[in-house]
């Protein structure tokens, strides 16, 4: 996942502090690092620390981080360790010092081939980030090969497939690029003379930024003190057969990003209180209460809720100093979450008969525990509802989804998915449910669910590759 931030200030407004105030409000978009890139017209400075941002980013750092442009970043690791070298923003040297510094959200799906073509040619690596890899590639094509930058992030939207969400900074300039498919979320808005860009709009209230949009897939943003373009690459035509352009992450809307962001032109609360009816359609049986697991799936509860005419409760209370179990990246970490992270009041679930209702299910773990944990407060039966498809494949677009063989509805059936998690019943929402819930179903990504990689065919053997690397890395 993770989360970006740009701005530029033509005002009095520090731009780190600007930055550092939306990746606040983006840390649910990744808690194991973040940094912050800053220029003050004749050099980049950069601050990055594992953790939070609010323990990152105390007065005295930003004090050293003076300067009109700035990009920010939290990271939540898809590609490479837990390390401060693959934390985000990157610096990029160059012989006239560092000059560059890039922020991106997303996966890239031909990482390797594009890598080595830059290897070839004498391009050095200090981590295996895609960020990185898209600051190399700008760089090397403007250094040394003369190009405008705009036309090396044009040749950067041919050349790589996959997701990309992303901020790059030069000592004078601003730009702020998406892929052409649009997975990630990236939104661009003007807080008086001053440009803000966030991965998701919460971000941009917090600045009280206006005029606030999304930004379009393919389209470049350059900022300048002086002036301010808007490009649209239209690079339709270079995904010649696949079908329709745009592909935005599902999964965003169902689970990632925050309720009271604007998604893809979707309210992401609406979204999910939708989903709720949906789930709720489909059930005739006689229930007490509704209980989601919190935070995420609370909108998703009160949408079944409502349509059954059932009470909801918020009876299991979540510790919110724990972090979000699915996004920790090693199995102990989140083994240990779970049970630190939930308490039940018992009251509420005594000799109820419960319908428990989650955003989605991974690898059944916490789930599991969940169940445990409402049946040990009294619970008579617990009707666990999903509020999305079962997840049978892994996500390459910049999502930190197991291995196949480690998500639990790619291992089992239903019936057995139930047996195992000691659910009274199991329901997931369907496709075809789910795609009720958007305006455009056809703007998005739904591989997780179906494996329909949305990729042109002669680079669906990349996705191929990925799987065999994965099985045979174990
Ligand atoms: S595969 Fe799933 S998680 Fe990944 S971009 Fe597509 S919908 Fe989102």
Do not use: W
Not at 136 to 155: N, P, S, T
Not at 239 to 250: D, I, K
């Amino acid at each position: 996942m993770c989360g970006i931030s740009g701005y530029f200030s033509r005002s009095t407004q520090p731009a780190a502090s600007q930055v550092m105030l939306a990746l606040y409000a983006q840390q649910h978009r990744g808690q194991e690092s973040c940094g912050i890139a800053v220029s003050d017209g004749k050099k980049l400075r950069l601050h990055k620390e594992m953790g939070y941002v609010k323990e990152a980013f105390s007065i005295q750092t930003l004090e050293k981080l003076s300067g009109f442009a700035a990009i920010g970043h939290v990271r939540y690791p898809t590609r490479g360790a837990s390390a401060i070298c693959n934390t985000q923003p990157y610096l990029i040297e160059t012989l006239s010092g560092p000059i560059y510094a890039i922020a991106s959200n997303g996966d890239i799906v031909n990482y390797d081939e594009i890598a080595n073509e830059l290897r070839v040619k004498g391009v050095h690596f200090s981590s295996k980030n895609d960020g990185e890899l898209l600051g190399r590639f700008i760089v090397y094509h403007h250094e040394r090969e003369g190009m405008e930058i705009v036309d090396a992030i044009k040749l950067l939207m041919k050349r790589i497939k996959g997701a990309y969400s992303s901020v790059f900074l030069t000592r004078e300039a601003l730009y702020a690029f998406r892929d052409i498919q649009g997975f990630r979320p990236m939104m661009f808005g003007r807080v008086g003379d001053d440009i803000a860009i966030a991965s998701e709009s919460c971000a941009l209230d917090i600045l009280r930024a206006r005029e606030m949009r999304e930004m379009k897939p393919g389209e470049i943003e350059v900022i300048t003190r002086r002036s301010e373009r808007s490009i649209d690459t239209e690079q339709q035509p270079l995904l010649g057969n696949t079908p329709p352009r745009l592909r935005h992450c599902v999964f965003e809307l169902i689970y990632f990003a925050r309720p009271d962001s604007t998604q893809f032109d979707e309210y992401v609360y609406d979204v999910r209180h939708k989903i709720g009816a949906k789930l709720a359609e489909h059930d005739d049986f006689e229930a007490d209460v509704v209980v989601p697991v919190p935070d995420s799936a609370n909108f998703i509860a009160m949408g079944y809720a409502n349509a059954k005419n059932l009470p909801m409760h918020l009876a299991l209370i979540r510790n919110h100093y724990v972090g979000r179990t699915f996004i920790r990246p090693d199995q102990y970490t989140r083994d240990e979450s779970v049970r630190q992270k939930f308490n039940p009041l018992k009251d509420f679930f005594t000799g109820k008969r419960v319908v428990l209702v989650d955003d989605s299910m991974v690898r059944g773990t916490t789930i599991r525990k969940l169940v445990r944990m409402v049946k040990g407060a009294g619970a008579a039966e617990v009707h666990l509802r999903i509020g999305s498809p079962p997840v049978r494949y892994s996500c390459y677009y910049g999502i930190d989804t197991p291995t196949r063989g480690e998500l639990i509805a790619n291992r089992m059936s239903i019936e057995d998915i139930r047996t195992y998690l000691d659910a009274d019943s199991l329901k997931y929402l369907t496709i075809e449910d789910l795609q009720t819930c958007v305006h455009d179903s056809s703007h998005f990504c739904y591989a997780c669910f179906d494996g329909n990689y949305p990729l042109p065919r002669d680079t669906q053997r990349l996705i191929r590759e990925k799987e065999e690397r994965q099985t045979t890395s174990g």
